[in-house]
């Protein structure tokens, strides 16, 4: 059956560094993958959508990649700040035809001061 | 542009009782999801409506749960009868396109006691 893993369930960084967070998935292979951060008490909020021919994507201080021969993502977090502090949650078109989000169960995220 | 509204925000009811949670999407979203989380995981997808028609319900406990579109508009999610393990945060979401970013509500939170 299909799998979504993220990697740890927390990982905590220093203030400054760049966080790198996992998300790996088997057997099938998504047409496009989104992430999301999710703070407490909150509705998940769209980040970025890499495309399964684009290798990499962008967003000031953001960057996805995306390996379609190694099935994994990774989400990079560069001049990380305690504001970043949050939940990321990866998400895969796991449908093929009704294009159904499934989401991972998320890292939690503490950058320290 | 208002967002995704949901209510009630919490609900707190004893098994064997029914509830019922409202969602208004973004105006112009055709597509609306209803997401269970469970504390400590990710959302899962329960059902999508393209306009008012069921795109999935796979994942529905359809002895139990119900949910309807109204005029592809609103939408309500009902439980009935609540069970102990569906004590959990019912996300709507809406997107303008079935492959596109999605927007969530703040969620409800249902205890059951």
């Known amino acids: 059956s299909q799998k979504i893993e993220q990697n740890s369930e927390a990982l905590n960084i220093q203030e400054g560094k760049t966080a790198t967070l996992t998300c790996n998935y088997t057997n099938y292979s998504p047409a496009y993958l989104q992430w999301y951060r999710q703070d407490p008490g909150r509705g998940p909020v769209f980040l970025l959508l890499i495309r399964e021919n684009e290798k990499e994507k962008r967003k000031e201080r953001l960057k996805v990649t995306f390996d379609t021969t190694l099935k994994q993502s990774l989400f990079h977090i560069t001049a990380s700040q305690p504001a970043d502090s949050a939940t990321y949650l990866c998400?895969?078109?796991?449908?093929?035809?009704?294009?159904?989000?499934?989401f991972g169960s998320g890292t939690q995220l503490t950058v320290l001061p | 542009e208002a967002g995704v509204a949901q209510s009630p925000r919490y609900k707190i009811i004893e098994k064997r009782q029914s509830v019922a949670f409202w969602c208004n999407p973004i105006?112009?979203?055709?597509?609306l999801y209803w997401y269970q989380q469970i504390l400590g995981q990710g959302p899962k997808l329960l059902i999508q409506f393209q306009n008012n028609g069921v795109v999935d319900d796979s994942q529905l406990p359809k002895d139990r749960f119900s949910a309807e579109r109204l005029k592809g508009v609103d939408s309500t999610l009902k439980i009935q009868p609540a069970k102990l393990e569906d004590s959990a945060v019912y996300l709507c979401a809406s997107s303008l396109v079935p492959e596109g970013e999605l927007f969530f509500g703040e969620g409800s939170r249902l205890t059951v006691l």
């Open positions: 998400a895969l078109d796991m449908s093929g035809s009704a294009r159904q989000l499934t």
């Open positions: 105006s112009g979203h055709a597509t």
